[in-house]
């Protein structure tokens, strides 16, 4: 008797469940539920704050942040690429690589922000320790920002795929930060390497 194959997923093999959820709501990326986890769980943003996201494209994150600050904040996003999304009046998207900033972008930093979140993820080579290196070198210079313009007392979130050097990242956010949390969303694809470093509470020497 013929053996009945199932048919392909038509529109790609990683969608899932977290993927027709983001379309069905209306989000560019299924990357909103890992946000909106460690939303739940560690209180990171509030109405009303300023929020810098870093590596904002194709904009979930950026989306998700601007309701919950409201209208009384501001969601700043900077990204290699280009947000093509309906945002509200209080969140703005531009297109900037974080390790060359323009002098217009550095005045829209000046007023310090109460949470960084990076979402930034290198090009992927499929080499594990290259990627992960390359993570690195984005979570340090979120981290750098962090240092320069989040308040004292501030979060900062940072995805990073792990490897060699991700224990080091790790001591420094502990370092400067009063808690650190190590966290792996549900929602986050068993497979990838991942994970999200949450420091709360910056030191003020930090
Ligand atoms: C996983 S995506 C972010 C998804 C986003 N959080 C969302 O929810 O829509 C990672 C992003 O990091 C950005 N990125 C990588 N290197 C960057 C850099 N040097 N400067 C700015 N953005 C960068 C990439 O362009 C990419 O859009």
Known sequence: MARKISKPNSRNRWEDHYTR??????????????LQEMQKRYRLIHPGNRILDLGCAPGSWLKYAAQITGPRGYVLGLDLKPVNLKLPGHAQAIVADIFDL??????????????????MAPATTGHRDVDAARSVTLCESALDMARNY???GGR?????????DSPTFIDQIKHDFTRCHIYKPQSSRKASREIFVIGKGKKQEA
């Open 102 to 119: 323009s002098d217009d972008v550095n005045e829209m930093l000046r007023r310090k922000f109460h949470c960084i979140l990076s979402d």
């Open 21 to 34: 959820k983001a379309r069905k709501e209306n989000f560019p990326a299924r990357s909103v539920y890992k």
């Open 150 to 152: 989040l308040k004292d």
């Open 156 to 164: 900062l979130v940072c995805k990073i795929f792990q490897g060699p």
